[in-house]
């Protein structure tokens, strides 16, 4: 039997009644407790739509329409009222993306600092993971390896 609401001697302690978690609200696989009291696994699978950001931050919009500011802040739109604007600072060296949706809530960050002479670049997405990317140069190829 669930309990979603604990009184003791005349003291509400714990009320779960109030509360608006569901299985399809709860990410996948998190176990929580509904307003019933109910013991309840997450059903959300948003990792579609975490690829289709992470794609976004990485490589931009497939289409839509840009607009270039003259301090070199470059901002695209996509037919969903997405945003995407990319900010460099004023040596080149770092470029913040920021993506968000169509009501201006941010859906996700990526920065990425140049080494001082380019050839390595440090990309820091919006989960918080950084990676380092070497960059090398011979004749017309460019080689690029991921630490």
């Not at 009291?37 to 948003?46: A, V």
């Amino acid at each position: 039997m669930a309990v979603n609401k604990v009184i003791a001697n005349g003291k509400v302690l714990i009320d779960l009644t109030g509360d608006t978690v569901t299985a399809g609200s709860l990410k996948k696989g998190v176990t929580a407790h509904d307003k019933a009291g109910e013991i309840i696994t997450g059903t959300l699978d948003q990792s579609e739509e975490m690829d289709d950001i992470d794609r976004a931050l990485t490589y931009g919009f497939s289409e839509g329409t840009r607009t270039f500011t003259d301090d070199g802040t470059v901002v695209a739109r996509d037919s969903a009222g997405r945003t995407l604007t990319r900010t460099f600072s004023e040596d080149g060296k770092t470029c913040t993306s920021v993506l968000a949706d169509a009501d201006g809530v941010e859906l996700g960050t990526m920065v990425k600092t140049y080494g001082e002479d380019f050839s390595q670049v440090t990309i820091t997405d919006w989960h918080g993971n950084a990676k380092v990317k070497k960059i090398s140069y011979s004749g017309s190829q460019v080689d690029v390896t991921v630490e």
